[in-house]
């Protein structure tokens, strides 16, 4: 992979690629070359040199969380008690362990790290939150923001 410095400009066939990819993942190779206006070898080869080269990462199905019984989406705060190193480093280690974190970002701002978790319903999100969030490492506190409805949840 390029490391970001080394890494070139996108072309508009290749913005094309990976705009129509990002909506349809599964789009085989001929009908993405036709969309594109490219016929299908030059097509493929565009498009493993945008997986070798990290712009496309991987594909992966969109699950439908209703039907899936996780249609439940907080928001939790996270205050640590110790952010040096290797503090930040157990906390990002253990929430990889916990499934219902479905996002973790580390925040620069009043709080250190904002977890998207998504849950069965209220008394699950409770019991996810006792038991497993405010366990990890060096946890002070917590602050939770429930979703009402998500308005706008991907994009490109």
Known sequence: MLKDVERRQLDQ????????LS?????PVTDLARRIGMSKSPCQVRLKRLQDEGFIQGFRAV???RLLGR?????AEV??????????????AAV???PEIEQC?????????????R??????????????????????????????????????
């Open 13 to 20: 066939y290749d913005e094309k690629i990976i705009s129509i």
């Open 23 to 27: 909506q349809e993942g599964r789009l």
């Open 63 to 65: 699950l439908n969380p």
């Open 71 to 75: 249609e439940h989406v907080a928001f």
């Open 79 to 92: 205050r640590l008690d110790d952010t040096r190193e290797n503090a930040l480093e157990a906390f990002n």
């Open 96 to 98: 990889q362990a916990i």
């Open 105 to 117: 970002h580390m925040i620069a701002g009043s709080f250190d790290y904002l977890l998207k978790i």
């Open 119 to 156: 849950t069965a319903d209220i008394t699950a999100y409770r019991r996810i939150l006792g038991e497993s969030i405010s366990t990890l490492p060096n946890v002070a506190s917590t602050s939770t923001f429930v979703s009402m409805q998500s308005v706008k949840d991907f994009s490109f």
